[in-house]
């Protein structure tokens, strides 16, 4: 009989190292909802203090920036997109990886699709605060950086090959789309059921075009053809 295979484990935290990581997250919780509440302006530093019951020194140890404070996941999200890659199954393609996880993250409410309830609370909060829309295109960057790095090296591309970076680019920009509509219709006022079936269907649709390519979509008319611009097969309606 074949032995059971245990995963590696991280190795567990001391007690100061888990109490560290429990004050670094109360604070960033407390202080994500304060910024949820009032809005990221309108919150200081030293609101965030009071409220968590430490010192303004404190919260500057655990966070470099009152942005880091409302995105204190921020190195997760940055290396999610290379992970993924790193881990996807034996035969599988950048963009049939990149679409199974998408709608892996609408079945299962991921905070990343926006499609969960409170999304737009968020939306809300990022959208008011030019400081959060710029730190939240950084992050965006630097997860698309790292995925093209990640496409280079499984490739074994040339430094001045575009196609791992033309290719992280076109992943992250169909993701950001699709987030993007799911932010602004639940933002709307509607719900999760009301718009589930236009989300999944989008999200099949801008996929279609990421795997097949745009191929003669918006293609001018033409008037020498009696029925237009032929249709590209690859391209769903």
């Known amino acids: ?130 400081a959060l829309l710029a730190r939240q295109r950084e992050i965006g960057r630097r997860a698309q950086d790292l995925l093209a790095e990640q496409l280079a090296e499984a490739t074994g591309a040339s430094p001045d090959d575009i196609a791992p970076r033309a290719a992280a680019a076109m992943i992250f920009a169909v993701q950001s789309t699709l987030v993007e509509q799911i932010s602004d219709r639940k933002s709307a006022g509607e719900t999760l059921q009301e718009m589930a079936e236009d989300v999944y269907a989008a999200a ?10 745009l191929g003669a979509y918006a293609a001018a008319p033409d008037p020498a053809a009696p029925d237009g611009p032929a249709a590209d097969p690859t391209i769903r309606n």
């Open 1 to 130: 009989m074949a032995e059971d295979h245990v995963p590696d484990r991280e190795p567990e935290l001391g007690l100061r190292e888990r109490k560290k990581r429990e004050t670094r997250r109360r604070i960033a919780d407390i202080a994500t909802g304060l910024f949820m509440t009032r809005g990221f302006d309108n919150v200081t530093i030293a609101d965030v203090a009071r409220t968590a019951d430490v010192s303004v020194n404190t919260v500057f140890n655990y966070f470099r920036t009152k942005e880091d404070l409302f995105f204190d996941r921020q190195d997760e999200i940055v290396e999610a997109a290379g992970r993924d890659f790193r881990e996807r199954r034996p035969g599988e393609g950048a963009v049939a990886l990149f679409r199974r996880r998408f709608f892996e993250g609408l079945d299962a409410r991921a905070h990343q699709t926006a499609f969960h309830e409170g999304s737009e609370v968020w939306t809300r909060t990022v959208r008011d605060s030019p």
């Open 204 to 213: 099949a649709r801008a996929f279609d075009l990421l795997e097949h390519g």
